[in-house]
């Protein structure tokens, strides 16, 4: 069965710094991952999806990498906004046909101005 | 375009009550979904839809029943809620994946569900 796990649960930073939040899968034999973004009483916004095939992703200060063999993603969040202060979950998708997403319970991060 | 739409919003219900979750999309998605979150867990797949007509079981499907009669439209219904089924939910829909398409997801903003 397959498990994801996104550590530390809260992480706070300042103003400016890079950071980078993590999401480990148990089964390597992944379709896709794709990092999404939750901001309070919202829904999910699509952040990044990295195909199987593809080490990496990015859009503007958003970097996600992908190294199956060892079951992690990693997101780069380059000089971090306040406005950047939302959940981040990370969800596997094991098959071409498999509808089923298997999402982590997320990285709540806070920018501190 | 509004995306992802569901209602109601917000709802309290007693135990035994039925109700129904609405979820519209206007981007002409194929596929839709509903999913709970609970605190402490990840998001979880009740009921899904591959096309209009079409149903299947998710991962946590006991409990709820879907219907998709139009393209555009799923439905979530409880018969007789429970408390167990208090939690946040969210519809989602994409595109189907393909060489052209990665079956990117799109969410609705949420409807939460107590039941006392």
């Known amino acids: 069965k397959q498990e994801v796990t996104q550590i530390p649960a809260a992480l706070s930073v300042p103003e400016g710094e890079n950071l980078v939040l993590n999401c480990s899968f148990t089964?390597?034999?992944?379709?896709?991952l794709q990092w999404f973004r939750q901001d309070p009483g919202k829904g999910l916004t699509s952040l990044l999806l990295i195909q199987s095939s593809q080490r990496e992703q990015t859009s503007g200060r958003l970097n996600a990498s992908l190294d199956k063999s060892s079951g992690r993603s990693t997101l780069y969040i380059a000089a971090s906004q306040p406005g950047d202060s939302a959940t981040y979950l990370c969800?596997?998708?094991?098959?071409?046909?498999?509808?089923?997403?298997?999402f982590g319970t997320g990285t709540r991060l806070t920018i501190i101005p | 375009n509004a995306g992802v739409t569901q209602t109601p919003k917000f709802r309290v219900l007693k135990t035994g009550q039925s109700m129904t979750l609405l979820c519209a999309q206007d981007?002409?998605?194929?596929?839709m979904y509903w999913y709970r979150q609970d605190p402490g867990m990840g998001l979880r797949l009740i009921h899904y839809?591959?096309?209009?007509?079409?149903?299947a079981k998710g991962e946590v499907p006991d409990g709820y029943n879907v219907s998709r009669l139009k393209k555009q439209n799923f439905l979530l219904g409880l018969e007789s809620a429970a408390p167990s089924q208090t939690s946040v939910y969210f519809c989602?829909?994409?595109?189907?994946?393909?060489?052209?398409?990665?079956?990117?997801?799109?969410f609705g903003e949420g409807s939460r569900l107590t039941v006392l």
């Open positions: 089964d390597s034999a992944i379709y896709n």
């Open positions: 989602a829909s994409s595109y189907p994946r393909s060489d052209r398409n990665t079956g990117e997801l799109f």
């Open positions: 981007m002409n998605h194929e596929y």
């Open positions: 969800a596997v998708r094991l098959s071409f046909g498999n509808e089923k997403l298997t």
């Open positions: 839809s591959v096309g209009e007509g079409t149903t």
